[in-house]
């Protein structure tokens, strides 16, 4: 008779069979329909229930067609309309500017060799000319230049009406792009457009005509060196033999060719100032008159206010049905995804009891999510995977040889579970993969022993990483650079510069691994010295050692080196000025942070997120919180650094309420979430603000609770300071046991400083001897010990402390004033 045991066993054989075969199938189907339900769903319009959302979309879809029309108009950028030549404006304007040119000059043109000189005798016939040596009437010259200025003063006037229709063509399709979701709003939007370039082309014109007018006035100031320039060919001049009047004809000839000189001067400067004009007015039309002129059209008296955008963005029935069904269907399909995740969940914490059942289900379902992944996806999933054998399963270390057998004895599989080892710093479960790398006989592969070596250099064996690469027969460039990474990264800088110099063919890498090694690690002049000898060094090789300067302290260094990387024209990118805004921030010097700015302004670099932040930190540590604001909104792109640099500036310049202000909008952006900084800086101005505990204890709750996180010793420190300011330091002690945080001399710090302001000297005396425990003879601890003892009026307290302090060499630091 089989026994329940072995029926069990049996059965849970055949389950996992079944799921290994089913999971994937389901997985890929669950995935495709959520993907296209989600693509669907996002290409709807946003649906609107109030005026403010109203005018929330309103105003969004403003201002992502005036940042399309600064990229195409203005800076040249055509990323968004790849394909339409018709959007490529600054080319298609600089093309139509060379129309102009060509057709001004051929406009111009006179038949220069027929009827020569005719005009000019006849005019000085009427200007009754002064006979004196080598003089040009003035006022022949003027009639003259005025006859010729007017035969062209139309084909200004034509051109700019073209461009102009072109410009509304362009700002009008941009605007029906980004209203393609409501079109309601197209029509009213297109006659803004139109009014608003109606007007615009009517200065134009005024002002084109104002520029004719002026090169009809002029003093010619003409060199008479004209004949290298003004050649004229084969002249017709037998209808001049004529004329008795020899020197008649000298002055007309002399007032020709000065008008001629001067004629290409005054189309050259007509060009010239259509192009800057047009230039000038296209800027304003983007940042200054297009938002007013719309918002006016759609909200003012005849567009019917707010309540009118409110209606245009309203969806229909149709509309709104479609979105609760995908609404529903991405739900239930999400639902879906996560019992099946669950699934995979349980499956792996059933490793101990049933072996037989890992290989059997583990295994293809580690085959199916690795093997038809990119590298990234494998690294991922491969992440996952060993997360949750190494947090669920009871037993960590049969874990980890669970997670070393489902490997596929494949290549690219061993490559992306090393890659997970060095990132999660997995010493053990990379020792147990490398003894089946070598069971499997795939160690002789370059690529397997490249990822080895890695994976011991991230985790601190470099004994081992290097015994890897002296194995290696065929060592290749990333073999030598893995090495380089492994002995620099673990303060084996000696080791590293021997491998350097060693290496066949080092490249900038090899050197860069080193130059960060040095400074972080060792002396900083080394690092400069290998630079000095790097053959082609870039903005990683400087910023390495700026960095160095930065994390030492030496801003000041760092700003040096920083000049002299600007002298010696190395580019620098968005990691280069984060860095030195950093040690900027840190000298507190808002001089010195203005310049960089303007620096990053002209490299194109103020709307990276990664300088953004660093701006918005060194303004904020500068006391500038308005400018770092301003920056703050400025950014087209926030991530979560971001946010956190413009809630820490406003926490640490006191400002509490804008903090939580910040706090609540953060929690209302997609695709972000506060994380244990934000919620540092939060209950931070709760102090600050001497918020009521239980209110900065529903943010500390919320931050466990909902959002996941792990509480720090600065968020404990921060609470206990709260209770201090209510007179429960109580609290704070069972804090401490209740969060694990008895070794950590910070929070008794903190407690001790709460004690001192709410003058609980039981408390504290227990806080002193933990803190002199931990972290030995403070000043400080007795100090603040002496102080509640004064408190209290326990003089005799106060006397043992000052004993103590004498008899241990503790003294009091002295205290001074820059004032004085």
């Known amino acids: 008779m089989v026994g329940i045991p072995v029926l069990a066993q049996k059965l849970v054989q055949i389950q996992g069979t079944i799921i290994s075969k089913c999971l994937p199938d389901i997985v890929r189907k669950i995935n495709d329909k959520l993907n296209s339900n989600v693509s669907e769903l996002s290409k709807m319009p ?275 049905k479609k979105r609760e069904r995908l609404n529903k269907s991405i739900k239930l399909l999400k639902d879906s995804k996560e019992v099946v995740a669950q699934i995979m969940d349980r499956i792996a914490l059933i490793i101990k009891a049933q072996p037989l059942f890992l290989s059997l289900v583990s295994r293809r379902c580690l085959v199916y999510v690795v093997g038809h992944c990119t590298e990234s996806d494998g690294f991922k999933s491969w992440s996952r995977i060993i997360s949750v054998l190494t947090h669920n399963s009871p037993n960590s270390e049969m874990a980890l040889v669970g997670a070393s057998e489902m490997l596929n004895s494949d290549s690219f599989s061993f490559t992306a579970a090393l890659s997970v080892c060095g990132q999660l710093s997995l010493l053990q479960l990379g020792k147990l993969i490398h003894s089946k790398v070598v069971k499997v006989g795939v160690e002789c592969s370059v690529v397997v022993a490249n990822c080895l070596i890695d994976m011991y250099g991230k985790c601190g064996s470099v004994k081992e990483a290097i015994w890897v690469f002296d194995e290696i027969d065929g060592k290749d460039i990333i073999s030598w650079n893995s090495a380089i990474a492994a002995s620099a990264r673990n303060r084996k800088l000696e080791q590293a510069v021997r491998f350097l110099h060693q290496m066949p063919l080092p490249d900038t890498i090899s050197y860069n691994e080193v130059i960060n090694g040095f400074a972080q690690f060792g002396n900083i002049d080394a690092a400069i010295h290998i630079l000095s000898r790097m053959p082609n060094s870039n903005s990683s090789s400087w910023n390495a050692i700026i960095t160095g300067y930065v994390n030492r302290d030496q801003a000041r260094e760092a700003l040096a080196f920083f000049s002299s990387m600007h002298s010696n024209d190395i580019e620098m990118d968005q990691f280069t000025f984060s860095i030195i805004l950093s040690g900027i921030a840190s000298l507190s010097n808002l001089t010195w942070g203005i310049l960089i700015h303007c620096c990053t302004i002209k490299c194109g670099l103020d709307a990276s997120i990664v300088v953004g932040s660093a701006l918005i930190d060194m303004y904020s540590k500068c006391g500038q919180v308005e400018d770092a604001e301003q920056i703050f909104q400025s950014l087209p792109r926030k991530n979560l650094v971001t946010w956190n640099a413009l809630v820490s500036g406003f926490a640490h310049n006191g400002d509490s309420a804008k903090v939580i202000e910040l706090y609540e909008q953060l929690k209302m952006v997609k695709d972000l979430k506060p994380d244990g900084i934000t919620f540092l800086n939060v209950l931070s101005a709760c102090w600050h603000n001497r918020t009521p505990y239980e209110v900065a204890n529903h943010y500390f709750e919320l931050m466990i609770k909902n959002y996941g996180i792990d509480a720090t010793p600065e968020h404990c420190a921060s609470m206990i300071r709260l209770m201090g300011q209510c007179g429960e330091v109580w609290r704070g002690e069972r804090m401490i046991c209740e969060l694990g945080f008895g070794s950590c001399g910070l929070v008794w710090r903190a407690l001790l400083g709460a004690c001192g302001a709410c003058g609980d000297l039981k408390v504290a005396e227990l806080a002193a001897a933990k803190v002199i425990e931990l972290e030995g003879d403070k000043e400080f601890v007795y100090v603040m010990m002496s102080n509640i003892y004064a408190t209290y009026g326990e003089w005799g307290g106060v006397s043992v402390v000052r004993e103590v302090m004498r008899q241990r060499s503790v003294r009091k630091e002295v205290g001074c004033s820059w004032i004085e």
């Open 46 to 320: 946003q649906n609107v229930s109030s005026v403010a959302e109203a005018m929330t979309v309103f105003m969004r879809i403003i201002c992502l067609s005036k940042d399309c029309l600064r990229k195409i108009l203005l800076r040249g950028e055509f990323d968004e309309y790849p394909e339409d030549k018709t959007m490529h404006c600054t080319a298609r304007l600089f093309e139509k500017l060379n129309e102009f040119d060509d057709e001004l000059q051929k406009s111009a043109e006179n038949k220069l060799t027929e009827n020569f000189l005719v005009d000019e005798m006849k005019v000085l016939d009427e200007a009754k000319r002064i006979e004196l040596p080598n003089f040009l009437p003035h006022t022949a010259f003027l009639v003259i230049l005025q006859k010729k200025v007017e035969q062209i003063s139309n084909t200004p006037i034509h051109f700019m009406e073209k461009v102009w229709n072109y410009i509304e063509i362009v700002v009008t399709n941009v605007f029906t792009k980004h209203c393609e979701n409501y079109p309601q709003l197209q029509s009213a939007t297109r006659r803004a457009i139109h009014s608003l370039v109606e007007k615009m082309k009517a200065k134009s014109f005024d002002r084109v005509m104002e520029f004719v007018e002026m090169e009809k006035l002029t003093d010619y100031t003409c060199s008479p060196e004209y004949m290298s320039d003004c050649g004229f060919g084969n002249i017709q001049i037998g209808h001049l033999r004529g004329l008795p009047n020899v020197r008649e004809q000298e002055q007309a000839f002399d007032m020709k060719m000065r008008i001629t000189a001067y004629w290409k001067v005054v189309l050259k400067r007509l060009v010239d100032n259509l192009a800057l004009h047009l230039q000038l007015h296209v800027r304003n039309l983007v940042d200054r008159h297009m938002e007013p002129e719309i918002v006016n059209e759609l909200m003012g008296s005849q567009g019917g206010g707010p309540g009118a955008i409110q209606r245009m963005l309203e969806e229909s029935p149709s509309t709104a």
